[in-house]
């Protein structure tokens, strides 16, 4: 199974933008899905998470209030909407997924949470 992430481009500040995650098999049931980015040379970072059974979202810092995430567990697919884009959002996007069942809220912005990764979609923001 891959994930394929899609929707990045070229935005000006205070710009939308929304991003795109679908796996490969249309019958691929997720239980957590989570976008993160990397700006170059910077570590890659938590965006956004999103987990079903129980539901819940979370997002870093840096996006509350500007970005949400949404998505369908029975099709393993994830949406992020960005808002209010900065400049400082600039970085490829990946978006990544779990199929089996995910633990503490706690445990969702770290990357070994996921089994699968897409390939990135660049997002560049300009001033």
């Known amino acids: 199974v891959q994930l394929q992430a899609s929707g990045g481009g070229l935005v000006q500040a205070a710009g939308s933008l929304r991003l795109s995650c679908a796996a490969s098999?249309?019958?691929?049931?997720?239980?957590?899905m989570a976008w993160f980015r990397q700006a170059p040379g910077k570590e890659r970072e938590f965006v956004a998470a999103?987990?079903?059974?129980?539901?819940?979202?979370g997002y870093a810092d840096s996006v509350k209030g500007r970005f949400t995430i949404s998505g369908d567990s029975a099709r393993g697919t994830a949406y992020l909407q960005m808002n209010s884009l900065r400049p400082e959002d600039t970085a490829v996007y990946y978006c990544?997924?779990?199929?089996?069942?995910?633990?503490?809220?706690?445990?969702?912005?770290?990357?070994?949470?996921?089994?699968?990764w897409g390939q990135g979609t660049q997002v560049t923001v300009s001033s």
């Open positions: 990544a997924g779990r199929n089996r069942l995910a633990g503490a809220t706690t445990t969702l912005p770290s990357p070994e949470t996921y089994d699968y």
């Open positions: 098999e249309r019958r691929f049931v997720t239980y957590a």
């Open positions: 999103i987990r079903w059974r129980p539901g819940y979202t």
